[in-house]
């Protein structure tokens, strides 16, 4: 009798005891992506561990590795069969468009080969990498055939991006790779207009150089 109600006494506490293994697992989680503990994320994912699972700030465990440089285990979630690469946060980025803002390129090669949207609508991660500067990034998604001015929600181009905030290699990347100068954005603003806000003298050389080529005929 005894034994029979300790065996019904257990059975009932396995729910329980089930949910504390996984908040703890949740936390460990967590835990190794900020200390970038690939070892210790691969071993919870062997365990079961849903690499989808979500922060409190509603970031899945790639995307905030990503975010925080985590790179190892960035890697090791990014190769995990069961991840879910292509998930979007509330601002509709993906981790494809994080890594290459990052400039990893390695992994946003890993990423397209599992599919991830090189030409999602809206800002793309062709915008991000222009933006970091990162010609590695660039000259890959353009290889995977990313739409070279494709237009965020308001008008801004990846050479507009890389004109501001990216580098002179990368708008010259850019435009020669068949990138439309003359575009301008909502605000009427073109790529030399970004330039020249930014305060970036040798971009606005480049820029003004190649456009009055384009009008003459010349050659460079």
Not at 100 to 125: H, M, Q, S
Not at 134 to 152: G, K, P
Not at 156 to 172: D, H, I, K, N
Request: proline share 5%.
């Amino acid at each position: 009798m005894k034994r029979r109600y300790f065996s019904a006494g257990l059975l009932s506490l396995l729910p329980f005891i089930g949910s504390i293994a996984t908040a703890g697992s949740y936390d460990d989680f967590f835990i190794a992506l900020r200390q970038d503990n690939d070892l210790a994320v691969a071993n919870l994912l062997e365990r079961g561990f849903d690499p989808n699972t979500i922060d409190p700030a509603g970031q899945s465990g790639l995307f905030l590795a990503l975010k925080i440089r985590s790179v190892r285990s960035a890697l090791v979630l990014a190769k995990a069969p069961a991840t879910v690469i292509d998930a979007r946060n509330a601002q509709d980025e993906s981790p494809l468009m994080l890594a290459a803002l990052r400039g990893y390129v390695d992994i946003c090669r890993l990423l397209i080969e599992r599919e991830a949207d090189v030409n999602k609508p809206g800002w793309t991660p062709l915008h991000y990498a222009a933006t970091g500067g990162h010609a590695a990034v660039v000259r890959l998604l353009l290889d995977e055939h990313a739409y070279i001015d494709a237009e965020s929600p308001n008008g801004s181009t990846p050479l507009m991006m890389a004109a501001m905030y990216g580098t002179l290699e990368v708008v010259q990347l850019l435009v020669l790779a068949g990138a439309d100068v003359t575009l301008k954005n909502e605000l009427g603003l073109s790529a030399l207009d970004f330039a020249t806000r930014a305060g970036k003298p040798d971009t606005v050389a480049y820029l003004e150089t190649f456009l009055r080529q384009a009008r003459t005929g010349g050659t460079w």
